[in-house]
């Protein structure tokens, strides 16, 4: 039905004005009372077994929304109407920018992908963090907030500004990311590199803390799946001398060979991130080589090319006690997270794990 609906609508229309065009209806439905109760009954997580314990947070699923759907914070009720237990906003930055120029997303069809080059458009850390705070929420729902740099501030004062958006947001999130991974800021992935994440780090965990003081508020960083193996490993030992809270694997690839790829030469040479199915194996494999390094010292989030649920299950089994996704909304529609959820508490209940929480990285241990 959905799939109807994206051939005939959504695939015609512009990428971008059809993403605004869905997130109108979404908002809209999550405002009619009777409407987002019975989505909500029928789409959200219900199932005993998927209740998962992460980050100190209690949620009813493991599956939520990934990152730059909802940057300013507009639709979570929505989000969480369909399905997501949770919902990463952002991401924000420091101050307020409009992002590239149009036009700066691509569909990849034939390979059930995205490029994007949004370039973190959003209203800034003071407009969401205020959008927050008066926010009445119809949903239970776990709020992360997805901080990065703003473009015009320079790299040298890349700190003040995560320390900006830190003080004003962290009040109101459930989970911090610090992102360093995006392809469409220059010179954020540099951030990724030992010697300046140490000290990013270490000033947001302190703002935050400074901030809030009535609870610890846990920290992640998220970081792109074109790092070496050994800046894989290097990002995982920082976190666990640091004592993060959580790492989340991957943000968009900026690599297009030996992917596979079939859709227009054109297409695949646009500037930007790939995300979706070809992104699959690699985040995958990312996940594996941190659970193999943090073990369970460190909660891992696994995004990047799941598009059902048997991806969410070996995500799972290969270390995530997370699973995100954004890509493949756009292709499978509003029941998706439903059936992510769905599929997964049918593995797990014929599976050797007792609970979610004892196949989480089972994969791993089985092989070492
Ligand atoms: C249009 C678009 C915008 C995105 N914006 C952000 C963002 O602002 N911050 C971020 O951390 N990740 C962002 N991402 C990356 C996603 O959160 C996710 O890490 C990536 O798309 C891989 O997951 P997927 O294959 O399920 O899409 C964006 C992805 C897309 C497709």
């Not at 949770?86 to 924000?92: L, N, R």
């Not at 003071?126 to 709020?143: G, K």
């Not at 390094?293 to 089994?317: C, F, H, I, P």
């Amino acid at each position: 039905m959905y799939k109807i609906f994206f051939n005939l609508v959504f695939r015609r229309m512009d990428p971008e004005a059809a993403h605004h065009l869905a997130f109108r209806w979404i908002r809209l439905a999550a405002r009619v009372p009777v409407l987002r109760t019975f989505l909500a009954a029928a789409l959200a997580p219900r199932h005993r077994e998927l209740r998962t314990e992460a980050l100190g947070l209690r949620m009813h699923g493991p599956f939520g929304l990934a990152a730059g759907f909802d940057k300013n914070a507009v639709a979570i009720d929505g989000m969480a109407m369909l399905g997501f237990d949770h919902v990463e906003i952002g991401t924000v930055t420091g101050q307020p920018q409009p992002g590239n120029p149009k036009k700066r997303l691509f569909r990849l069809v034939p390979d059930r992908a995205l490029i994007n080059r949004m370039g973190f458009n959003n209203e800034g850390s003071l407009a969401v963090a205020a959008r927050l705070a008066s926010r009445e929420a119809v949903f239970r729902t776990v709020v992360g907030v997805n901080i990065g740099k703003t473009k015009a501030v320079a790299e040298a004062d890349a700190v003040a500004d995560y320390v900006t958006s830190t003080e004003r947001l962290a009040p109101h999130a459930d989970y911090l990311v610090v992102n360093v991974s995006s392809p469409n800021t220059p010179g954020l992935r540099d951030l990724q590199a030992t010697e300046a994440l140490r000290p990013l780090l270490t000033a947001v965990r302190e703002a935050a803390d400074l901030t809030v003081t009535a609870r610890r508020v846990p920290l992640l960083v998220k970081i792109a799946p074109d790092l070496a193996d050994e800046d894989i490993d290097a990002v995982a030992d920082l976190a666990v001398e640091l004592g993060l809270d959580g790492i989340i694997a991957t943000n968009t690839t900026i690599a297009r060979e030996g992917l596979g790829l079939a859709s227009e030469p054109a297409l695949v040479q646009e500037t930007g991130g790939l995300s979706g199915a070809p992104l699959k194996e690699r985040s995958l494999e990312v996940l594996r080589r941190l659970y193999a390094r943090v073990g369970d010292r460190v909660t891992l989030v696994g995004v990047g090319g799941v598009e059902n649920a048997e991806d969410a299950w070996q995500r799972v089994l290969a270390g995530a006690t997370l699973v995100q996704g954004y890509s493949a909304f756009v292709y499978e529609g509003p029941f998706w997270a439903r059936s992510v959820h769905k599929g997964l508490a049918a593995r797990l209940r014929t599976s050797p794990y007792a609970t979610l929480a004892d196949a989480v990285g089972a994969d791993v241990r089985k092989a070492a």
